[in-house]
């Protein structure tokens, strides 16, 4: 039941890259601005809680500058949104193709994470350009030597969005009412995890609930991100280990779910 079939996705590798061009291509070729949206989505939302969280409620960020705490918050948990909220609908969008043509439907979802990839990368682009602008202007943050730990946080991100993705779309089949939580139900994620807030003042101002967000396996990926990038974050090998080990959970109970799922969706899809 854990069988993930790897040779038979190495086999169909060109299917898998023709998914990811086709979820690239289809999602902005109607749009006027194209791919630039990749840009326009962070930065705008970076200037809103900017604005919004830093300026008029004064939330700290650590002493980082606000709109670069922001974007490194906004663009890690968007990756790992991304990757959680398509993969969330798999069985639902493809049950036609599904039910027609074999092959291994783990490539849909591994297409999307790579897909998602792409996004991602544009994403650290503009906030690698903000990092070089702040640093032009003596801003106070610090790259530390947890950079290095940079892939590993990519991989931890995608592969916590693919596990709880395949849960969710495993359970669509039966419960369709889930299809339309799970946007609003990321967004209330994204406020139990350490995007517009640092993981320390959360722990100082609000003690008794805390322990939701240094428990909520984002965070640790997060603060390791910011930590990473910009010196400051609750970095800790042992909150890392355990993002890693729900990670691993959640990942293996997903393609539990997924793998017998796929066997008889069509006759509940």
């Known amino acids: 039941m854990f069988d993930l079939k790897l040779n038979e996705v190495w086999a169909y590798r060109d299917l898998l890259w023709l998914l990811v061009r086709r979820d690239f291509v289809s999602f902005y070729k109607q749009t006027i601005l194209g791919p630039l949206w990749f840009f326009i989505q962070p930065l705008f939302t970076t200037i809103i809680f900017t604005f919004i969280f830093g300026n008029l409620a004064g939330i700290s960020t650590d002493g980082l ?65 903000l990092m070089v602008y702040y640093l032009a202007t003596d801003a106070q943050f610090n790259i530390s030597w947890a950079i290095c730990l940079f892939p590993i946080v990519i991989v931890l991100m995608a592969l916590l969005g693919l596990g709880t993705g395949m849960i969710i779309s495993a359970m669509t089949t039966k419960y369709r009412d889930l299809a339309f939580l799970i946007g609003f139900g990321v967004q209330l994620l994204m406020y139990a995890t350490t995007v517009i807030y640092p993981l320390s003042t959360a722990l100082e101002k609000y003690p008794k609930y805390a322990w939701i967000i240094e428990y909520n396996p984002m965070t640790p990926i997060i603060e390791t991100f910011r930590y990473g990038f910009l010196g400051e974050g609750r970095f800790s090998w042992f909150s890392l280990g355990y993002a890693t080990g729900v990670t691993t959970v959640v990942l293996l109970f997903g393609i539990l779910v997924f793998n017998k799922v796929e066997r008889n969706f069509v006759d509940t899809v």
């Open 65 to 129: 500058p606000k709109p670069l705490f922001y974007m490194a918050g906004i663009t890690a948990w968007n990756y790992f949104a991304d990757c959680l909220t398509k993969t969330s609908t798999v069985f639902r969008d493809n049950a036609g193709i599904f039910g027609k043509v074999y092959f291994p439907r783990l490539i849909v979802p591994l297409s999307i994470v790579f897909s998602n990839l792409v996004r991602f990368g544009v994403q650290m682009l503009l906030f690698l350009i």
